[in-house]
């Protein structure tokens, strides 16, 4: 079966759907995550899929038919049970007796939840009655690249007429509500027999009687459509009328993004601290490289989902790919007038647009952004939003390749855009939004963040809502860390990258992904670190040099390029180094370590002095003798320590504790906490100060 298809993928698994056989709900849950596992048939986020069955009423016993459709919120590819609003299909249906027209829609919303027959089940969403009035057990509303290329063509309804022969019927654009529920139900009422329904300028719906019937009309309906297009972009001249920029090549490409995403990171932060994306999909490099670009970008989306996380239209920068970015200033200065004139334009197509209950204006700072021959930026609250930004943009891409191949563009008037836009549904949703954390729209680089201190700190920025660079110089550490974290966080939360800080090649990098990945970087934690214990007569050049490069060139040369970063986005910036109560207290057999932690608490109080002036804040933390999952305290470092205390490697952490003023064993978490005190939003004006975490040590007191 699958080989039927060349434009979509059939995943459909028989010996799995007749484990699910009569139970209807799942065959559905099933089948719409089969769906959304082909980013060709929807987007993330996007499309509904509902079926109809006989249940129990809790009240009278009786059987009687409930709907099960995806409720408000969710994604078709994760879909469970628990994402289904449940309802009456005769209450639902009943609605119409007091539904009076479009004036009335919101309140429609409301009406729902009387209709609602799981009250455990998720709020229903607006496509509820567009599934609920008509008839047919399985339906799938997606929105595939393929058919919404048709349904954004000039003449889109006469291609699908021709296309399928009368068997996909037409509605055209209305925005989602019970009205256009009315009109699906109106349309196949005129023409009985036809297996789908295109909305203009928006999307599909397809159905069957059953799971499996239903899944294999879409797959079906959505092929037509793409191999439709394929026979026409074959026939037609070159695709957006023909490159006009070549393309730089895939290093300099990156290179030049991660130049450039901080500078615009800065601009795009203008209202609150934003995340960034970067992709150079060769689809996307076809768009902005091309003739057609700046006819069609300006146009906007078309379909709802795509606007509603791209904006209504993107930034094209006007920088050539050979653009000189070394001078920041001077990149600055051309794309000051750029931003500008965007939010101008965001702020009249505001203005122009808005009714007199509308919600205030958002953020006018541009959502994608285009950079011909390098590729596109986008940025968001968070990456998993800058992310799906881009992906829905490439989908709006995709439609205009299809549209343009097969007759003309069209996008969505900007008024009825903007009502899809500033709906007060979609207001009401965003409300119910969890409230961000501390450090949402934060990047934080912290060294040696495989294991230790370094990841405890790692973890407790990511947990509080900051974007992560994991790193380490041990690659088996970090494959590790990197495993922990992904089950813990997820992909959208952290990069990985091998970091030696005695290495300028490997901090170049490391912030380069920050960069790429993120965008540029907020928070820096100087936490990669060894020790040695030696009397001064065993101390060897070796042991010297390698505490000073690591301890101390280190730091320097991680904040360095740090630095280098956060003034190209001028939004300040956090440094935080995690030294120790030996840079304060002298002790035996430490004179190398000890003095090295000396050298790196002044290079703080040095950095802090300079770095002012950029709002840059460098502050200390100073832990004692943290053993938990310490490679410093693996081997030679604690018998040094031992020999030095005349006591044995296993009596240490109780030697430690013992000294304290709380008799406290100090734990990597503790650390961690200490770090989000500075950068949690409390010690704004704190720069040039060190906290001691060493359950307290009377001769490391600095006053």
């Known amino acids: 079966m699958a080989s039927k298809f060349k434009y979509v993928s059939y995943l459909w698994d028989e010996g799995k759907a007749a484990s699910l056989a009569g139970d209807e709900v799942a065959l559905l849950i099933y089948r719409s995550n089969l769906l959304g596992a082909d980013l060709r048939l929807t987007n993330y986020g996007g499309g509904n899929t509902s079926c109809k069955a006989l249940a129990k009423d809790p009240l009278t016993g009786k059987d009687t038919e409930v709907m099960w459709v995806k409720g408000s919120g969710g994604n078709l590819g994760t879909l469970t049970v628990n994402g289904l609003a449940a309802l009456y299909v005769d209450r639902l249906r009943g609605l119409q007796n007091v539904y009076h027209g479009l004036a ?12 609602i027959y799981d009250m455990a089940s998720r709020a229903p969403s607006i496509d509820t009655p567009l599934h609920g009035l008509l008839p047919f057990k399985h339906i799938d509303h997606l929105h595939p690249d393929a058919a919404i290329a048709i349904a954004a063509a000039k003449d889109g309804k006469k291609i699908t007429q021709e296309l399928f022969k009368g068997t996909i019927g037409w509605v055209d654009w209305q925005r989602p509500g019970f009205d256009l529920g009315l009109q699906l139900k109106a349309c196949l009422d005129k023409n009985p027999g036809i297996r789908g329904i295109m909305l203009g300028s928006h999307g599909l719906f397809t159905w069957g009687d059953t799971a499996y019937e239903s899944y294999m009309n879409t797959l079906e309906v959505i092929e037509s459509c793409a191999a439709y297009i394929e026979e026409k972009l074959a026939q037609k001249k070159p695709v957006f009328g023909g490159e006009k920029v070549q393309s730089l090549s895939k290093a300099e490409r990156l290179q030049k993004a991660a130049a450039l995403a901080p ?42 989902d795509h606007f509603l996380r791209t904006k209504i239209s993107p930034l094209v920068l006007n920088l050539s790919p050979d653009e000189n970015l070394a001078d920041d200033s001077i990149i600055k200065e051309k794309l000051s007038p750029q931003f500008k004139a965007y939010r101008e334009m965001y702020t009249d197509y505001y203005t122009s647009c808005k009714h007199p209950d509308s919600p205030a204006i958002r953020d006018a700072n541009p959502v994608v952004i285009l950079y011909p021959g390098v590729g596109m930026f986008s ?22 390749r299809g549209a343009e191949a097969i007759s003309t563009y069209t996008s969505l008037p900007r008024q009825e855009a ?9 207001e009401a949703k965003l409300q119910r939004m969890p409230k961000p954390g501390a450090l949402t729209g934060r990047i934080a680089l912290v060294t040696g963040s495989a294991g230790g201190i370094g990841n405890a700190i790692a973890k407790k920025l990511a947990m509080e809502g900051a974007c992560i660079v994991l790193n380490d110089n041990d690659a088996d550490r970090l494959v590790n860390a990197k ?55 065993e101390h060897t050049d070796k042991d010297w040099d390698l505490l000073y490069d690591v301890l101390v060139k280190g730091q320097f040369m991680v904040t360095q390029e740090g630095v280098a970063v956060m003034r190209r986005q001028d939004l300040g910036g956090d440094i935080l180094n995690i030294v120790s109560k030996n840079a304060l207290v002298s002790g035996p057999n430490n004179a190398g370590y000890g003095s090295a932690k000396a050298a790196q608490l002044h290079l703080s109080r040095l950095n802090a ?11 200390v933390v100073n832990p004692d003798a943290v053993i938990s999952d310490s490679k410093i305290w693996e081997g030679a470092w604690a018998e040094g320590r031992a020999k030095a205390y005349h006591i044995t490697v296993a009596e240490l952490p109780a030697f430690y504790a013992k000294r304290t003023l709380l008799n406290e064993v100090i734990l990597p978490t503790d650390i961690a906490d200490a770090c989000f005190a500075f950068v949690g939003g409390l010690l704004n004006k704190s720069t040039g100060n060190m906290l001691n975490i060493d359950g307290g040590i009377a001769n490391a007191f600095p006053r």
């Open 483 to 537: 495993e922990a974290f992904q089950h813990q966080f997820g992909k959208d939360v952290f990069a990985a990258v091998l970091l030696d800080v005695t290495k300028r090649e490997d901090i170049w990098h490391a912030f380069e992904t920050a960069a790429l990945m993120f965008g540029g970087i907020d928070i820096i934690v100087n936490c990669a670190g060894l020790s040695i214990s030696k009397p001064m007569e």
């Open 104 to 115: 009335q829609e919101d309140e429609m919303v409301e009406l729902f939840n009387h209709c």
């Open 418 to 426: 903007f009502n899809i836009e500033y709906w007060l549904l979609e």
């Open 379 to 400: 940025f968001a609250v968070n990456k998993q939003t800058a992310r799906v930004a881009a992906e829905f943009y490439t989908n709006a891409i995709n439609v205009m």
């Open 263 to 304: 500078v615009l990171r800065g601009f795009c932060s203008s209202e609150k601290k934003m995340i960034g994306h970067f992709t150079d999909d060769e689809r996307v490099l076809q768009f902005i490289n091309s003739n057609e670009l700046d006819r069609l970008a300006p146009m906007g989306t078309s379909c709802p």
């Open 609 to 619: 002095a300079e770095l002012g002036k950029d709002r840059i804040r460098v502050n």
